[in-house]
């Protein structure tokens, strides 16, 4: 099916805008079905740890467990290439980088393995750049490390380290010296040392522990949902993860990355050092988290890349967290990023789950490619034309991912209709798929995903307002940006084909605008620290018909960077854990609804 263009435009103006090509979080990629767990029988599928290199005219995309990557010339749409030599078992968290010749490949290791090299990598031809890497020095033997002393923040040099180098990440200076960074632990540091490209690779020197976790000062890097825990059945308490390193240089200062505290809730974020030299030292950056998103639809911001488009706008990407199936079932994101001119590091997550432009010139302020289409589906009544019990058609709107609709039969022709309430203006649809005993462990030429959409004005007249296309592929977060703006109330998902054992819908979400004014900045504003510094408590009123709203903070009233969105079945309150102790920051609160979003509330000091 190909998508239907018989829309009404409302202006030459609107037109004009349209032509900016925009996505929206999870990516539209065709994720692939995991492996791991089919004597289990858990069927599901996943993407984490995502790179994006540009090499050439192009962008390369490469997770975990995927048995290749994708390739995408605009950031929008992707297509995957199989290369023809990849690991039997795949690749965990590979390190990828592009020297502007060649792009090298290397996937987490605990011993010495392979690193891959492509001139060609559009067409997926690899070759080695070595069979076999050196022994990691001062690396002790797999299932050694057991009873290694840990490390912290000033601790001497260790003599002996974990085996890796696992969750590994290339970086080429300016100079063309070469260094790899990796580490993946509750209980090790990250590493880093420098590599001798001359003759493969090697390495030179041995492993210097560069960073650790400090939970004590920085509330955000303690695991668990809200940063508040997690314990293990025999009740042992869950360490706190640092893992996915990354390094970013930028007007002569190294940001080097981490994520933290654990990929299994929504608090998975991004923090950085920044240091005056590849192998440090480094200082704990006092803004940090840079990338967190704890709320909204999607949910968790770590371990991903930072990177420049062809235009120079930097964007950084990360792994949020659905975890239904399986701990580790997982998407990927992709969220503007910016480095001010004092340094300071920031990653918008704010409406981060909403539709996105994708510059196409430069772009100073990474908020201005925020589309202002806004959510209007949110809670909106549901109808289908089958369910199963215990899986009605009202999870479809509910903006949570771990709920969802399962069709009675997945049979061509099954439909989920949604009223949103009014006639509205719409602009983009994205349908997100759920895995329910979906049976898939690989993949097969009958695993891709094909329906169409409709509209109406009143629920019996229906015209097409967009459908999958050529070729066929799988699309578990399908993205749909309307060429032109739909007047319309209801809005129809028409099923035609998935590769699962069952067809289940986990949010059916309509952006465009309702044609009214914004919402008022929300009032009575309190903001009150905690006894322990790490949290914090904040609270609001009400505003009437709000969605949700967006609890910002920062370290100065213009640097608002942080944002956890709270919808609005929720109260009007929220605990903030993720501060870094001996830091004062900023708050202030805005509302957003069916029609844009309101100007801040009064900035509230926190010292």
Do not use: C
């Not at 090299?117 to 299932?143: I, K, Q």
């Not at 964007?315 to 998407?331: A, D, I, Q, V």
């Not at 589906?377 to 949570?400: I, L």
């Not at 920062?554 to 929220?574: C, E, K, S």
Request: hydrophobic fraction near 40%.
């Amino acid at each position: 099916m190909a998508v239907l263009a018989a829309l009404a435009v409302t202006g030459a103006a609107a037109a004009r805008e349209d032509a900016r090509k925009t996505y929206a979080n999870p990516l539209d990629i065709d994720y692939r079905y995991n492996f791991e767990q089919e004597s289990l029988g858990i069927s599901y599928r996943t993407g984490a740890d995502p790179v994006i290199v540009r090499h050439g005219d192009a962008y390369y995309l490469f997770q975990t467990l995927a048995d290749g990557y994708w390739r995408s010339t605009d950031l929008v749409d992707w297509r995957f290439i199989t290369p023809d030599r990849w690991p039997f078992d795949s690749m965990v968290a590979p390190a990828v980088i592009s020297d502007g010749d060649r792009m090298l490949v290397m996937r987490s290791l605990f011993s010495p393995g392979a690193v891959l090299v492509s001139r060609d990598p559009a067409r997926g031809r690899f070759d080695f750049l070595t069979r076999m890497l050196p022994e990691l020095p001062n690396a002790v033997a797999p299932g050694r490390d057991v009873g290694l002393p840990g490390w912290r923040n000033g601790d001497p040099q260790p003599a002996k380290i974990p085996p890796g180098p696992w969750d590994p990440a290339f970086f080429r200076d300016d100079d063309d010296r070469w260094y790899l960074y990796w580490g993946s632990s509750d209980t090790f540091p990250l590493y880093g040392i420098e590599l001798d490209m001359s003759k493969g690779m090697r390495y030179v020197g041995t492993p210097r522990a560069l960073l650790a976790l400090d939970p004590d000062a920085h509330g955000w890097e303690r695991f668990g949902q809200d940063h508040r825990g997690a314990f293990f059945p025999d009740g042992k308490p869950v360490g706190n993860y640092m893992e996915g390193a990354w390094m970013t240089k930028v007007r002569g200062r190294y940001y080097l990355q981490y994520g933290a505290p654990g990929t299994e809730y929504n608090a998975y974020a991004t923090g950085t050092y920044v240091g005056d030299s590849p192998l440090g030292p480094f200082a704990y950056a006092a803004y940090n988290p840079v990338g967190y998103k704890p709320g909204g639809f999607v949910q968790g911001a770590g371990h991903g890349s930072t990177f420049q488009d062809a235009h120079g706008n930097w964007w950084n990407t990360g792994t949020p967290w659905l975890g239904y199936n399986w701990t580790f079932e997982r998407r990927i994101a992709m969220f503007p990023a910016a480095f001010s001119t004092d340094g300071q590091m920031s990653v918008s997550t704010r409406f981060g789950d909403f539709p996105h432009y994708v510059p196409a010139g430069p772009n100073a302020d990474p908020a201005d490619l925020f589309t202002g289409w806004m959510l209007l589906s949110w809670r909106k009544p549901v109808t289908a034309s089958t369910t199963r019990e215990g899986y009605p058609a009202g999870n479809a709107t509910d903006e949570n991912p771990r709920t969802f609709w399962v069709a009675g039969s997945n049979t061509a022709g099954q439909t989920l209709t949604v009223d949103l309430g009014a006639s509205r203006t719409l602009r983009a649809v994205q349908v997100n798929f759920a895995d329910y005993q979906s049976g898939r462990y690989g993949d097969a030429d009958d695993i891709y995903t094909e329906f169409a959409l409709e509209y109406s004005p009143d629920g019996r007249r229906w015209r097409p307002l967009a459908a999958t296309g050529a070729p066929r592929r799988d699309r578990p977060n399908a993205y749909f940006q309307l060429p032109a703006p739909v007047s319309a109330r209801y809005v129809r998902y028409v099923h035609g084909h998935v590769g699962a054992a069952h067809l289940a819908i986990s949010d059916l979400r309509v952006f465009g605008d309702a044609g009214g004014p914004a919402p008022r900045a929300p009032r009575g504003v309190v903001v009150r620290r905690d006894a322990d510094p790490r949290q914090a408590f904040v609270s609001w009123r009400p505003v009437r018909g709000a969605v949700g709203y967006n609890v910002r903070w920062g370290m100065a009233p213009d640097r608002l960077n942080l944002t956890y969105q709270v919808f609005a079945d929720r109260p009007t309150t929220l605990e903030l854990r993720a501060l870094s102790r001996g830091v004062a920051y900023h708050v202030a609160v805005e509302a957003f609804d069916e029609n844009g979003v309101s100007p801040p509330s009064a900035t509230v000091a926190l010292p």
